[in-house]
């Protein structure tokens, strides 16, 4: 599984979450289908601490964070 940080915009501004799937493809389309009314698009560069989120640097709280719906909002403006 990996990771991979998507900028979500909509009426209401725009903020950015933390997504895991199996490519990043299925990152956008989970992404996407999490939030219909939506432009969503993923944020480059790609962060290898979310990136390998089965890897050797998974913690945890990254584990637990996939457990919990598979998305994770990290910051918002």
Do not use: W
């Not at 501004?13 to 698009?41: D, M, N, Q």
């Amino acid at each position: 599984m990996i990771g991979a940080r998507v900028r979500v915009d909509n009426e209401g501004g725009s903020y950015t979450i933390v997504v895991y799937a199996e490519s990043l493809r299925e990152v956008e389309k989970a992404a996407k289908a999490r939030h219909p009314k939506s432009t969503v698009r993923i944020a480059f560069p790609i962060e290898p601490e979310c990136f390998f989120a089965g890897g050797p640097h998974a913690d945890a709280h990254t584990g637990l964070q996939a457990m919990e719906g598979l998305t994770d909002s990290i910051s918002s403006s």
